[in-house]
């Protein structure tokens, strides 16, 4: 029999610091409470999950917000949610001196050590800039696994059919474990029907790969123009 295929299922949720408050309230109400309530209410998971630290800065000091992530909370408890941690004011990790990597690191996983009782060792990276000389920062700050595009292998000489696993990397004697994102499930999630996404796992079974990732913004799932009514109204998710 054929092996079954791990499929990760990733989403990073974020409002800039600034953003008008209508915005962080819109996005709470249409995107992020229905996804979370509609992943817990068909027990689907474990997904991964980034929340940006603007985002949970802003949940926490508004009742709707705290309900938020009192449901978030208990979907981490039951080992539905991972959470992933990154530069705590969403920074580019690659422009910063190396020290405020660090630090900017720790500030968003000692808050979500504070707020949900756990430590992640996964990183999102931001605008999933890589830079070669991360891994050394980054095992410092505690990670251990970080979502890079697939793009960054590809241009280095990796082959498609080589993506579908995790790889390690190092800087400086320290190491990371780099997890490729893949471009065509970008594109077919949420844009495309369901049944286009089984039969691209199907293949990539089929052909013997272990691994699909999914890990993009979580904005597409109710806050881009026109994905509401296809995620929730005309159910897709």
Avoid at 105 to 120: C, K, M, Q, S
């Amino acid at each position: 029999m054929t092996a079954p295929i791990r499929f990760v299922f990733g989403v990073h949720l974020h409002q800039p610091v600034g953003n008008f408050d209508h915005v962080f309230a819109q996005h709470l109400d249409e995107v992020y409470f229905p996804f979370l309530q509609k992943m817990a209410d068909r027990q689907f998971g474990p997904v991964v999950l980034h929340l940006s630290g603007p985002l949970l800065d802003w949940l926490e000091q508004r009742p709707d917000g705290t309900r938020y992530l009192d449901l978030l909370g208990r979907l981490v408890s039951d080992g539905q949610v991972e959470l992933l941690m990154a530069g705590y004011h969403e920074p580019i990790l690659a422009v910063l001196p190396r020290e405020d990597r660090v630090e900017q690191i720790g500030w968003l996983r000692d808050a979500i050590h504070r707020r949900f009782g756990v430590t992640p060792q996964g990183l999102w990276l931001t605008e999933r800039v890589w830079e070669p000389d991360l891994p050394a920062d980054l095992a410092e700050a505690g990670v251990r696994s970080v979502l890079v595009d697939d793009r960054h292998f590809l241009v280095s000489g990796f082959e498609p059919g080589a993506l579908h696993r995790p790889w390690t990397t190092e800087h400086s004697g320290r190491q990371v474990t780099l997890v490729p994102i893949h471009e065509r499930l970008r594109y077919l999630v949420p844009f495309r029907p369901p049944h286009e996404t089984v039969q691209y796992l199907r293949e990539l079974r089929d052909a013997g790969q272990p691994l699909a990732v999914l890990a993009d913004d979580g904005e597409k799932f109710g806050g881009w123009p026109g994905t509401r009514e296809w995620v929730y109204e005309k159910g897709w998710l």
